[in-house]
Structure formats: structure tokens, C-alpha cells
T-cell receptor, first 114, second 115 residues
Framework: EAQVTQNPRYLITVTGKKLTVTCSQN?????MSWYRQDPGLGLRQIYY???????DKGDVPEGYKVSRKEKRNFPLILESPSPNQTSLYFC?????????????FGPGTRLTVL | AQKITQTQPGMFVQEKEAVTLDCTYD???????LFWYKQPSSGEMIFLIY??????QNATEGRYSLNFQKARKSANLVISASQLGDSAMYFC????????????FGSGTRLSIRP
């Protein structure tokens, strides 16, 4: 089944404790992206990747890191999480990066930072 | 600056009625794509419909249609014959340009269908 998977689905952690949220897609998609969803703000793009070893900042990259060593994986790293990073996070992928490529979303990761 | 605006935070509609969810966008790039996604209470994001800036006709997908008015920069989603299962958050999104790397979402509209 074609899908985007994220792990963990739920995570409660404490301020300053490094964490990684994994994202993997099995559709051989070039483009991958991370978003955070906060009430009243919709989804905001954190980082995106147009291919292996090619990543760039979205609108809210502060406090996050990403890497794209393999085409299928695009982990999101929070080196020192803070309470303002409590949010619902989505990973998404699309076949290409043209304006007509729809995105496929993972199930989401709900992160709470205490 | 590129922007998506959804001005209706919440809407209530009677079952079986048609509903229009508003979306306006702002970009100076002539090449862009507009997308609508549905997010039910379970949280997943479901792609509904796509409209390209060069498309001559409005997009349709089953009960969903997109009322695309390029001059007004609006891309409203129309749901015909609404059903209880249509109750959800709806997001409008835009990808811009030939290297459509950045994707912008609106703040969403929460649609509630009354039986």
C-alpha cells in the first residue's frame, strides 16, 4: 500500500531532551516536507526537500533540523525542544515539485513538550 | 507575498444542502496550483481537489467542485448535497512557480453538518 508513515504518533517529552520524528514514504517521491499544525494557524511549512541531500527552510524552521540521506526517509530533529514546539506535526511527500503535484500526508505526530 | 486566506473559521450547514467554502490567494507568479484538503476529527489529511492556474475549466471530483475565479484570485470549494460525514476541517493550499518548492496553507474552515 502506498503510504507515508510517521513515528511516533504521540510523544510527550521534556524541555531540552533531543528527539527525532521519523518519516518514510514508499512511493519513490522526490519531494518531502514537514509541517506543524496549530489552532487558528493552519499548516505551516517547517522544512522541505526536493531530493536526496537537498533541503531548504520553510516558513518556520527555527528549532528544527532535517536530513535527507535516502529518498524514502526525511526525519525531523528537535535538538532542544521547547514548550512552544508543542504541536501536531505532519510529514508529506509528492512525486515531484511542480505546482500540480498533490501531496500525500502521513498520519501526524502529536508532540507535547513539558 | 504569497498568501492563502480562508475567512470562515466555522460554518454550520443543514444536511443535503450545498455549501461553499471560501478561499482567496495572493501570488504574482502566473504558474500555481490550488488544492483543497479535508481533515476529519481523526486527524488525517485527505486530498480532495486540484485546480491549476492555466486550467480553462473548473475542477470537479464527485460532489466536490472548485469555483475558480482567476481575476478575483479566489478558489472556493463547493460541496453539493452535504452529508454528515462532510463535517471536518477544510484547508485550501497553494504551490507556486515552476519549482513549486514552498507550499502555503490557509488557516482552515471547520464545517459542521446538521442532521
Amino acid at each position: 500500500e502506498a503510504q507515508v508513515t510517521q513515528n511516533p504518533r504521540y510523544l510527550i517529552t521534556v524541555t531540552g531532551k533531543k528527539l527525532t520524528v521519523t518519516c518514510s514514504q514508499n512511493m519513490n517521491h522526490e519531494y518531502m516536507s514537514w509541517y506543524r499544525q496549530d489552532p487558528g494557524l493552519g499548516l505551516r511549512q517547517i522544512y522541505y526537500s526536493m531530493n536526496v541531500e537537498v533541503t531548504d527552510k520553510g516558513d518556520v524552521p527555527e528549532g528544527y533540523k532535517v536530513s535527507r540521506k535516502e529518498k524514502r526517509n526525511f526525519p525531523l530533529i528537535l535538538e532542544s525542544p521547547s514548550p512552544n514546539q508543542t504541536s501536531l506535526y505532519f510529514c508529506a511527500s509528492s512525486l515531484g515539485r511542480t505546482s500540480y503535484n498533490e501531496q500525500f500526508f502521513g498520519p501526524g505526530t502529536r508532540l507535547t513538550v513539558l | 507575498a504569497q498568501k492563502i486566506t480562508q475567512t470562515q473559521p466555522g460554518m454550520f450547514v443543514q444536511e443535503k444542502e450545498a455549501v461553499t467554502l471560501d478561499c482567496t490567494y495572493d501570488t504574482s507568479d502566473p504558474s500555481y496550483g490550488l488544492f483543497w484538503y479535508k481533515q476529519p476529527s481523526s486527524g488525517e489529511m485527505i486530498f480532495l481537489i486540484y485546480q491549476g492556474s492555466y486550467d480553462q475549466q473548473n475542477a470537479t471530483e464527485g460532489r466536490y467542485s472548485l469555483n475558480f475565479q482567476k481575476a478575483r484570485k479566489s478558489a472556493n470549494l463547493v460541496i453539493s448535497a452535504s452529508q454528515l460525514g462532510d463535517s471536518a476541517m477544510y484547508f485550501c493550499a497553494m504551490r507556486v512557480g515552476s519549482s513549486a518548492s514552498k507550499i502555503i496553507f490557509g488557516s482552515g474552515t471547520r464545517l459542521s453538518i446538521r442532521p
